[in-house]
């Protein structure tokens, strides 16, 4: 499984993609939302990117079919690899559809069911988001949601990208590997967490100090 990072955060992202395991960024409305208001989201964008240098999905917030081409065309300017985020609407489906009909990826984002992921593999995503987090937040098992698409793809041998969205603990990064998930999108905050073990560190710190009392 592979590891995004889920954030619009340029210092976040640089330092995680510093460390070398991250294949991606994917970003959001809300997530934009949090930077520096006076930011020209367009420099900030292509700086993620170049950052990350691998996938970068950029979301688009028209929600009528052709505001969504306007605004994927208008990213693909920006850079010619990125991958359009869609919300799963009807007139995002079409989007997708065109998109998809021209070779340009997409990611289609706010499904929380195997049955949303399903129609939005059909209508031609390369990157089908589903969302855990927000499940679990009204109370409803998302795992179940996971298990129920990675089954699915499995057994019908789609190819679109399953993406696990919506982390809020390191235990939804184990369970999404476990379930077979291709990419999960963690927030920086998530993937601190997921790093860190106190014996690692009381470990380091020991070899550190008897590093001290020999001669190399
Ligand atoms: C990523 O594609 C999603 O937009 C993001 O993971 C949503 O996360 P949230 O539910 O924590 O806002």
Redesign the pocket.
């Known amino acids: 499984m592979q590891i995004y990072v889920?954030s619009a955060n340029l210092k976040e992202i640089q330092h995680a993609a510093s460390m070398g395991f991250i294949s991606g960024v994917?970003?959001?409305p809300?997530?934009l939302a949090k930077e520096d208001p006076t930011t020209n989201i367009r420099e900030l964008i292509l700086s993620i990117h170049k950052s990350v240098g691998g996938h970068t999905?950029v979301?688009v917030i028209s929600t009528d079919t052709d505001g969504m081409l306007r605004e994927a065309d208008e990213i693909l300017a920006w850079f010619p690899e990125a991958t359009i985020?869609i919300p799963f609407i009807p007139a995002g489906l079409a989007a997708v559809r065109k998109l998809s009909d021209q070779d340009i990826p997409t990611?289609v984002?706010?499904l929380f069911t195997a049955n949303q992921a399903l129609i939005a593999a059909n209508a031609g995503a390369t990157y089908v988001?589903l969302?855990?987090?927000?499940l679990d937040?009204i109370g409803t098992d998302s795992m179940q949601a996971v298990h129920d698409t990675c089954e699915i793809w499995d057994t019908q041998g789609l190819e679109s990208f399953i993406?696990a969205?919506?982390?809020?603990t390191p235990i939804h990064l184990l369970e999404c590997a476990k379930a077979g998930a291709h990419i999960a999108?963690v927030?920086y905050k998530v993937l601190m967490q997921s790093m860190k073990h106190p014996l690692t560190d009381a470990g380091l710190e020991t070899f550190l100090k008897d590093a001290q009392k020999v001669t190399m």
């Open positions: 889920d994917t970003t959001n809300s997530l999905s979301e985020k990611n984002t706010l988001s969302f855990l987090g927000r937040d993406i969205a919506s982390i809020r999108t927030p």
